[in-house]
């Protein structure tokens, strides 16, 4: 949007002014995210960034045209090139530096904080209590995953494609243009091409205005324009992603069904709301309670306030609160469970777009304070101690996300009876070397999932490193009667098969290893083929 043309809206403010406000996002965004800067590669961010086979700058326009995948063979496949595309482009400036990645994750967190106030002002027609709710989204810790998590770029790029399109769209029905409509509709194609939820963007923007049955039918006719370049923008980006995806199966079911993962959010959406109230106990896995019956009464407390909040709001607020309430709803669709999501089912990250409804409702709501005389200094005093609470908190929070070893030990703090938590522990104590504390992480993993077959494995290989061959092998044959595909499992009890002289049980685990190759054990296909021929060889002779 023009930005001289936004600074004479309806409340105009002046560029200085707006530069001013600008100035101080950077400011506060410092202050919260400057320690990020540290931080490595965690996580996913080893198979999605580091160890991505595609890091070729000549691949830019190819990725339009390619499917969006970790390994060169792997079938679970995305259609996200954009998102990629920055992978590339940061690849090519800074190599392995994750300084620069973690720069572009907050220099994109702190334009969707802009962003959010532009939108704000056009919502609420307010220059400067807009800024609360850029501020709130700015420094609250439920979004620090997303700004620390390398991998979690999608969710930041796609938030700020989905902030354009309102901001264009809504800028386009206050001035009549129809030119902000084709933006507009850009912006979602963008988004699109980042991630999936950018589409979201649509269905929130025909509802803008449109809050009841008479404004439906009669903003209906006029509406039909815009969301014809809509049409045309999702149809262009299905075109490209049935192309490049076809023949190609994504494997997302997580082994529930849609009742059962719509039902979870008996639980998930208060859990939600609870994060962005009380965010001093955040975590990168959180799970679901084994009974809901433990949480009767704080889920009972909260669905009555978000029927109380929702009735409220329906009653007594404005067009504006609605899309607000709207905001948070549409976009929480995603993420409820309709969809099968293939990673967590409760994930901070996943709050990034949504939340901002709550941010632009609590910006409404401190705007009613300061319109009373009584409330003004209250207010004031309130909404800064809670950003500095929130800011402090959130800088606190990047520091777990340091390395492999600081986020797994957050995790487990937070909460002992994790088992990916231990897991992923324990393999962040064998990379630096401490076998004793893998040893202790991963027999804790088994102790509460005695069906891990992975940590049953590694356990077996830490047994093969003390040369103790029985208990290594018992180890591998529980790893691999809990799963039978377990390649890893097969490999190592090949060795101890073939240095124990078992030769036709070495050559059954080594086939068994070569049927089913992770592509991060490659490397030793040509070794076991040579294995295997010779094992051959023995047998026959």
């Not at 990645?101 to 994109?108: A, D, K, R, S, T």
């Not at 963008?190 to 049955?213: D, I, Q, R």
């Not at 998930?268 to 084994?290: D, G, S, T, V, W």
């Amino acid at each position: 949007m023009n930005l001289k043309n936004y600074c004479k809206s309806v409340d105009p403010i002046s560029p200085p002014a707006l530069a001013l406000i600008f100035l101080g996002l950077v400011s506060l965004c410092f202050v919260t995210y400057y320690n990020s800067f540290l931080n490595g590669f965690v996580w996913d961010d080893l198979f999605i960034v580091v160890n991505d086979y595609n890091k070729n700058i000549a691949n830019v326009l190819s990725s339009f045209f390619s499917a969006d995948t970790v390994f060169k063979d792997d079938v679970n496949a995305y259609y996200r090139p954009l998102n990629r595309i920055t992978y590339l482009l940061e690849y090519f400036f800074y190599g392995f530096n994750p300084k620069g990645y973690h720069l572009v994750n907050v220099f994109i967190h702190l334009i969707n904080s802009f962003l959010i106030y532009l939108l704000a002002r056009l919502l609420f027609n307010n220059k400067f209590l807009p800024l609360f709710a850029s501020m709130l989204f700015l420094v609250h810790p439920i979004n620090a995953e997303a700004v620390n998590f390398i991998s979690a770029r999608n969710t930041l790029l796609s938030t700020l494609f989905s902030l354009l399109a309102c901001i264009c769209y809504i800028d386009g029905i206050n001035r009549g243009n129809t030119t902000k409509y084709i933006w507009s509709a850009l912006c979602v194609f963008l988004g699109l091409l980042c991630k999936e939820t950018a589409l979201m963007a649509v269905p929130l923007l025909f509802l803008y205005k449109n809050t009841s049955y008479p404004d439906l039918m009669a903003n209906l006719k006029s509406r039909i324009k815009p969301f014809s370049f809509f049409c045309i923008a999702i149809s262009a980006y299905l075109c490209l992603r049935f192309y490049v995806l076809s023949g190609l199966i994504l494997d997302s079911s997580g082994g529930k069904g849609l009742f059962e993962r719509v039902f979870d959010n008996i639980y998930i959406l208060p859990k939600y709301l609870y994060l962005i109230a009380f965010p001093f106990e955040m975590q990168n896995r959180h799970q679901l309670p084994q009974s809901y019956a433990d949480h009767f009464l704080l889920i009972i407390f909260f669905w009555l306030l978000i029927f109380v909040a929702i009735y409220s709001i329906v009653k007594y607020g404005n067009s504006s609160h609605l899309f607000c309430l709207f905001w948070f709803f549409i976009n929480y669709i995603p993420i409820c469970g309709l969809v099968p999501i293939p990673s967590a089912t409760i994930s901070e990250r996943f709050m990034y777009l949504p939340a901002i409804g709550l941010w632009l409702l609590l910006a409404s709501l401190l705007q009613s304070g300061f319109e009373s005389g009584f409330f003004k200094k209250s207010a004031i005093c309130i909404s800064v101690l809670v950003l500095i609470t929130l800011a402090v908190t959130t800088s606190q929070r990047n520091l777990d996300w340091r390395d492999n070893l600081s986020l797994f030990s957050s995790l487990v703090a937070v909460t002992p009876s994790s088992v990916d938590g231990h897991y992923n522990l324990g393999q962040a104590y064998m990379d630096q070397g401490d076998q004793s504390k893998a040893e202790e992480h991963w027999s804790q993993t088994v102790k509460l999932d005695p069906m891990h077959s992975k940590a049953w494995n590694h356990l077996g290989n830490l047994a093969l490193l003390k040369n103790n061959l029985n208990d290594a092998e018992r180890k591998y044959n529980k790893s691999l009667s809990i799963n039978e595909q377990n390649s890893e499992a097969h490999y190592n009890m090949a060795l101890i098969m073939e240095q124990t002289g078992r030769i036709r049980q070495a050559l059954y685990h080594y086939q068994s290893f070569l049927q089913n190759v992770p592509p991060e054990h490659e490397y030793l296909v040509d070794e076991t083929n040579a294995r295997v021929n010779f094992l051959k060889n023995r047998i026959k002779l």
